[in-house]
């Protein structure tokens, strides 16, 4: 199946409060908003210079009675959305939404064999993201799978959109896997705690001031907690839940690292993966 380009294109939202939601990403973040049309049920962007960066939805009531949480979702991209679909079914995973025409093109809503959700999308309406934008403030800069089970979890995706893995010794643990997508980089993956939900992808956005923007979350309701160790890339990274409970990450600089002594584990999330990745020091 050819599915190019087979990287996260797209971002979105599922909540139960758009209101709140949008107006707490506004401040942490320091994304805009706009609606894009007036579809049942309403759909809103948030963007970022004038460049679209993810969707705002309401939870269906459908979805909440099944028992559905906010949630971040991932879309990839693929060249055609009904033909992926049937690959992932017969990969073991799960079809929630059948191929459909949306307003922001034509997408699917699926989960991996071990529930962990995402999506795919062709005939993309919105702007997609690009591996490259990554690097800029306010866009999605890494993607992380919580996985139940590492190995198979991996050959499901790496079946499906042709990811491989990436040749990581000299920056991640062994726990932890980098996978790409051509030439380049996109998500990492490592077993999830027994503590921690059901399997699930996270989202890391961009901030300039990871200090600042940890302050903005507590300051409008969210939950944080922050790794004390800085990334080789002189990143630093926390884990999240905004205040109707979606889980995300942030990413940025430091300002304040002398000031601010962070916790490591909050609510099952605990310092794996890319979190226990610190910058070479050197030896003494």
């Known amino acids: 199946m050819n599915t190019k380009p087979a990287y996260f294109t797209w971002y979105e939202l599922i909540t139960t409060d758009v209101t709140a939601a949008a107006a707490f990403y506004c401040d942490v973040v320091g994304w805009g908003t706009k609606a894009v049309s007036p579809s049942r049920p309403p759909y809103r962007l948030f963007t970022m210079d ?14 909440r009675k099944m028992g559905a949480t906010p949630r971040w979702m991932g879309y990839v991209g693929v060249s055609d959305v009904p033909v992926a679909a049937d690959q992932i079914r017969r990969l073991g995973g799960v079809i929630y939404v059948p ?60 079946e499906l959109f042709g990811w491989q893995k990436v040749d990581t010794r000299n920056h991640f643990t062994d726990a932890y896997l980098a996978l790409s997508a051509g030439e380049h980089v996109i998500a990492g993956a ?13 989202f890391y956005f961009n901030v300039e001031d990871l200090d600042a923007a940890a302050e903005r979350v507590r300051e409008a309701g969210g939950l944080i907690s922050c790794n004390d160790e800085e990334l080789p890339s002189g990143l630093w990274v926390a884990h999240c839940s905004d205040p109707q409970g979606a889980a995300f990450a942030l990413q940025g600089k430091r300002k304040n690292a002398n000031k601010v002594g962070w916790s490591t584990e909050w609510q099952g999330f605990s310092s794996q993966g890319q979190l226990v990745t610190p910058k070479a020091r050197p030896k003494n």
Do not use: C, N
Not at 109 to 138: E, L
Not at 190 to 202: I, S, Y
């Open 50 to 63: 004038d460049v679209s960066t993810a969707g705002l939805m309401e939870l269906p009531e459908e979805g």
């Open 99 to 158: 191929p459909t025409d949306t307003d922001i093109g034509r997408i699917s809503v699926v989960a991996d064999p071990y529930s962990a959700t995402f999506g795919v999308i062709d005939r993309q309406q919105t702007t997609s993201q690009q591996p490259v934008d990554g690097r800029k403030p306010g866009r999605i800069g890494w993607h992380e799978l919580f996985a139940a089970d590492l190995k198979r979890e991996v050959a499901f995706y790496s």
């Open 190 to 202: 490592f077993t999830k705690g027994p503590a921690e939900p059901d399997p699930f992808w996270l």
